[in-house]
């Protein structure tokens, strides 16, 4: 490793420790030999996500920057932590990698994307979904939001719990968008 401030190839590692949230990187503390001064460097695996097939069938490289913008796109001003996002989208790269495979499409990820905003907030699921869905008239939107609502009320009447009658309807919603899909394919 280079001395960042003299450029010396000649440096020794003074500290190593495991870092990161789950250990999964080592931070280690280097002192270069010839102009003495300290610095530090940080080890982590460097994973290969697949390929990511779009609709119009162009193959992108997977971006996690994109992936992070959506999400921050459909939770602008709801009550969610970045840290919520951040764990969202760990879970989201850990379904990419065990695919094991070299292409996934956009709608597979769209797909789990879905399902984390459906756990994270109810309205940003809508958001995310009258976008991925292609809501193409206002009655789109209210028939979404109207499985919502329905579920919830008969659920009340009955005696069950509000959030298992809205994960019903949340559920409708993502059949609905799944049958969708494949009609398109």
């Known amino acids: ?22 250990g999964d990187a080592v931070r280690r503390r280097r002192q270069c030999g010839a102009c003495h001064k300290r610095f530090t460097t940080y080890e982590q695996v460097e994973l290969s996500f697949p390929a990511v097939v779009k609709k119009n069938g162009a193959r992108v490289e997977y971006k996690r920057s994109k992936l992070l ?61 009258s976008v991925y ?4 008239d206002l009655q789109s939107f209210a028939d979404a939001i109207g499985d919502f609502l329905k579920p919830a009320k008969r659920g009340r009447a009955q005696g069950n719990a509000q959030g298992t ?14 049958d969708k899909t494949q009609d398109k394919a």
């Open 1 to 22: 490793m280079k001395c960042p401030y003299c450029g010396n190839a000649d440096t020794q590692v003074v500290d190593s420790r495991t870092s990161g949230d789950h």
């Open 69 to 129: 913008g959506s999400l921050n796109l459909a939770l602008r001003k709801r009550p969610v932590t970045s840290e919520q996002i951040d764990q969202a989208i760990a879970r989201i790269e850990e379904k990419l990698i065990g695919l094991a495979q070299r292409e996934v499409t956009s709608d597979t990820i769209g797909q789990w994307v879905m399902a984390e905003l459906k756990q994270l907030d109810p309205v940003a699921y809508i958001r995310f979904a």
């Open 133 to 136: 869905n292609s809501f193409e």
């Open 165 to 178: 009658a809205q994960e019903k309807a949340q559920d409708k919603v993502q059949d609905r968008a799944q």
